[in-house]
Every structure is written in structure tokens, then in C-alpha cells.
């Protein structure tokens, strides 16, 4: 009797487990193959190609309109910084196109740690549609025609284009509440006396480690030396009335050997390494900016929206920014 009963389970699952493979051998693919006839890929599989780590792909249950029209999109690569070009470049680009902007979620995903309100809608929107491969071209020069689509190199970097609305693109990096709150928690440990009570803020970021070698490389440049610093931290006290220093760098020892004696400056992950969303949060926390090079700095400074002083460093970004800005300058 119990034997019977058994068999008959065991028939079943086999039945259960047949009709499982059925359904997915025979009518999934042939879904897959009805969208893949005539070479048309999805805007799914084309966001695979966009992203430098394998991203799952989503079945799109909700199956919302397709674009009209071109759109705009960009390659994903390098870290913070890098990315918030991307992102920048790809939401100034629809604006001054009026093609309809859409990220890999990839980017979405990094961002999303930092920003909260970011308004570019990801491939998993549309993630259904045919996408035409043939109609992109990679450039807004290129570009002559509302069904073409624009997809941008990675690190594509459009300060002229992106600062023409640079209160709006503050406003799109709206950093989240809890890295604002805890960035103000570090200003606060960086006031020693607090009689005072109206400070200024002046943040200087410091890249050094693998960044040194890439300047040799890229453009046979020294990194900026101890002067570099000090100079732009005088032109700061000298115009401002109780400034404190805020360090934040890739390599805080250095930092801290250098400028640890003044008694205005605070150098950030000295004991444990903050996240580089609460380094990004305590950049735009700041007043005021000193900057050597590097993407990640220079959105630090942007967020801020004080003066910036930048390192002159010929045929990187920040010159680009210091003829835009008017409270850019060298030293
Ligand atoms: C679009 O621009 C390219 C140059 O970028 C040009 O060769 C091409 O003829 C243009 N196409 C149309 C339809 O205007
Ligand atoms: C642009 O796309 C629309 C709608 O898909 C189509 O009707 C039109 O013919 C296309 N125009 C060009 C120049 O390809
Ligand atoms: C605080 O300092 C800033 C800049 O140094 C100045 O513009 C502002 O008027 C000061 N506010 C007060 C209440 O002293
Ligand atoms: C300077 O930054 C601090 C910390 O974010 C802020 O509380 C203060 O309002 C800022 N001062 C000015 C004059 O913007
Ligand atoms: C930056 O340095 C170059 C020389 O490398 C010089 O010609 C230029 O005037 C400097 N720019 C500024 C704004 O100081």
C-alpha cells in the first residue's frame, strides 16, 4: 500500500518535472527566437554590451511603450567619478537633443549608493525592445537625425555641454541624507574649539598611489608637490576668516605627515578608510575646494559649488572647467 502510494508520487513529479522542461524547452525559446529573428536584439541584450561587469538579465514582466525615436545612451568604465561623467553626459546630451536618455543599470547601480534622486530611466524599462544597431552613432557631431540613436565612449567627458546647466546637474547629484548627515558629523570632529561658530570649510583632495604613475603615462607630469597645496591653502586663509581644512585622500599618511601640524586641518580616514560615497559627501559638504586632478576631486568641487583652486595640468578635464567656471582658478 505504501509502495503504491510512492509510485505514484514519484509518477507524478516525473509528470510535474516533464511538463516544466516542456514549457521551458519549447515555448521560452521560441519567445526568445520570435525576438531574435532578422538579427534584432533587445535593448536587454544590448545593455549586457554597455556594462565591464556581466549584468543579469531581467525578464520584463511590464511591458511599456519603446522609444520613438533615438536615444541616448554611454559605456560604462572607471569608478565614482568616471561614472558621474557618464551619467552627466548622457543626461545633458538628451537635453540638448530631445532624444530620451536611458543608463545601464550597471551605472544606475553604483550611483544609486550616492545619489538619491537620480531621473534617468535604465534599459530595464525597455528592456523589450528591438534595438536597431545601426542607427547609433557615437558622437553629437555626428549626430543629424531624431531616429538616430547617440551612444557615447566610455569616460566620455562633457564639461562644455554638461556646466551649461550646472545648477541642475547639482541638483540631479542630490547626495542621500544619511552620508550628508554623517559628512557633517566628520566637519564637526574637524572644529576643535568651538567658540567659534561661523566657519569656512575648504576641502582638499589629495590623489596620489596608482594615479601618479598614470600622470607619467598620460601626460609625462609630476604630481603637484607640497607647494601646490600650500600656496592654494594660504590664498584660502587669507581671504576667508576661521577656515578649516578637510583632507581627503587616497593616502592619508602622506597627508597627515605633510599638514597634520596645522592646527586647522583635519585629515579624513586616518584610523579606518571611509566609502568613497562618504568621501564624495563630504567634499560637497564643503565650502570651498582644492583639487589636484582626478574625475572623483573634480566632482567634489562641482557638488560644493564654492571656489575651486585647481592644479594646472595641462590637457586634463580641469582646464577645460577652469575657462567655464568663473570660480575655478589655478595657482
Ligand atoms: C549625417 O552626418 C554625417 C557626418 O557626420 C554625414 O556624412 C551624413 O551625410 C549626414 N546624413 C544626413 C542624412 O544628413
Ligand atoms: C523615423 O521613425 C519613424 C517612426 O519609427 C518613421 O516613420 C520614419 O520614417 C523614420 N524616419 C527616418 C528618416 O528614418
Ligand atoms: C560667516 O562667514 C561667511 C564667509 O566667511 C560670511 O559670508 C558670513 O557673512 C558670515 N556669517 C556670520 C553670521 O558671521
Ligand atoms: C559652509 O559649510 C557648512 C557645512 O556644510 C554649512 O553648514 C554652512 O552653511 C556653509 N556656509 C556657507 C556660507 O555656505
Ligand atoms: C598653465 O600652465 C601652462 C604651462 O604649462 C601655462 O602656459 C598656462 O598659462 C597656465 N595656466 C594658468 C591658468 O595659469
Not at 533587445?42 to 549586457?48: G, H, L
Not at 600622470?215 to 576667508?240: G, I, Q
Request: glycine fraction near 6%; charged fraction near 20%; hydrophobic fraction near 40%.
Amino acid at each position: 500500500m505504501l509502495n503504491t502510494n510512492h509510485n505514484l508520487l514519484f509518477k507524478g513529479i516525473i509528470l510535474a518535472l516533464c511538463v516544466i522542461s516542456f514549457v521551458h524547452v519549447f515555448l521560452f525559446p521560441l519567445y526568445d527566437i520570435n525576438v531574435g529573428r532578422g538579427g534584432v536584439r533587445t535593448y536587454m541584450d544590448f545593455e549586457q554590451s554597455l556594462c565591464t561587469n556581466n549584468i543579469k538579465k531581467r525578464r520584463v514582466w511590464r511591458l511599456g511603450r519603446c522609444p520613438q525615436y533615438g536615444i541616448v545612451t554611454i559605456m560604462q568604465g572607471g569608478r565614482l567619478g568616471n561614472q558621474m561623467w557618464e551619467y552627466a553626459s548622457v543626461w545633458a546630451l538628451a537635453r540638448r537633443t530631445g532624444l530620451e536618455p536611458y543608463i545601464p543599470r550597471c551605472i544606475k547601480i553604483k550611483l544609486d549608493q550616492v545619489f538619491e534622486q537620480l531621473s534617468i530611466p535604465t534599459f530595464g524599462e525597455i528592456g523589450h525592445c528591438p534595438v536597431e544597431i545601426n542607427h547609433f552613432v557615437k558622437s553629437l557631431e555626428a549626430w543629424n537625425y531624431t531616429n538616430q540613436s547617440i551612444i557615447l565612449p566610455r569616460y566620455s567627458i562633457q564639461p562644455e555641454l554638461v556646466l551649461t546647466w550646472v545648477q541642475d546637474i547639482i541638483q540631479e547629484f542630490t547626495i542621500r541624507k544619511k552620508l550628508l548627515q554623517k559628512s557633517q558629523q566628520i566637519l564637526h570632529l574637524a572644529v576643535k574649539s568651538s567658540s567659534v561658530r561661523n566657519h569656512t570649510f575648504v576641502s582638499i583632495h589629495v590623489r596620489r598611489t596608482d594615479y601618479i604613475s598614470y600622470l607619467m603615462r598620460k601626460h609625462n607630469a609630476k604630481p603637484a608637490d607640497v607647494d601646490f597645496y600650500k600656496s592654494a591653502m594660504n590664498f584660502f586663509e587669507t581671504k576667508y576668516r576661521n577656515v578649516i581644512f578637510i583632507v581627503v585622500s587616497d593616502d592619508p599618511p602622506w597627508c597627515w605627515r605633510r599638514f597634520g601640524f596645522k592646527s586647522n586641518v583635519y585629515v579624513t580616514s586616518k584610523y579606518h578608510r571611509n566609502s568613497p560615497a562618504l568621501d564624495m559627501a563630504i567634499l560637497a559638504s564643503c565650502n570651498h575646494s582644492i583639487y589636484d586632478y582626478g574625475t572623483f576631486g573634480e566632482w567634489g568641487a562641482i557638488l560644493a559649488g564654492g571656489e575651486t583652486i585647481y592644479y594646472n595640468l595641462s590637457h586634463h578635464s580641469s582646464s577645460r572647467l577652469g575657462r567655464i567656471l568663473k570660480n575655478w582658478h589655478t595657482i
